[in-house]
């Protein structure tokens, strides 16, 4: 059995960790070799991908930390949660949802995310 909330957590880390060697080494703790990242926004595969999909919301979003909005739920191999993204002690103006695909190894195979709330451009 995995630990859903440990890999959601951890998941959420390497997303807000801003030093470029500290992110790649998490990134590769967290997700397989080639994982597959999936949003309205990005459909990447592979850690190199997934990392410049991270580094470009950092950019887009400067400041901004996503946090875990409610319980992790999960069975099997997969896990759903939902989250924010805003000033770290201020109100989210991003929010979303996503499904996660965990391998035997305990490693993201895939992770579908879903926008639930994004701020009008």
Excluded at 8 to 18: F, G, H, I
Excluded at 100 to 117: M, N, W, Y
Aim: proline content about 5%; overall charge negative.
């Amino acid at each position: 059995m995995h630990d859903f909330e440990a890999i959601a957590a951890s998941y959420l880390d390497a997303w807000n960790e801003r030093d470029p060697a500290a992110r790649a080494a998490a990134i590769e703790k967290v997700w397989a070799q080639d994982a597959r990242y999936t949003d309205p926004l990005a459909d990447v595969q592979g850690r190199a991908a997934i990392e410049a999909t991270v580094a470009a919301a950092q950019q887009q979003f400067p400041g901004f930390v996503f946090r875990l909005a409610g319980s992790v739920d999960g069975h099997h191999d997969q896990c759903r949660f939902s989250w924010e993204l805003g000033p770290a002690d201020g109100e989210a103006p991003v929010a979303g949802s996503d499904v996660a695909v965990i391998g035997e190894d305990g490693t993201l195979q895939a992770v579908l995310g879903f926008l639930d709330r994004v701020p009008a451009s």
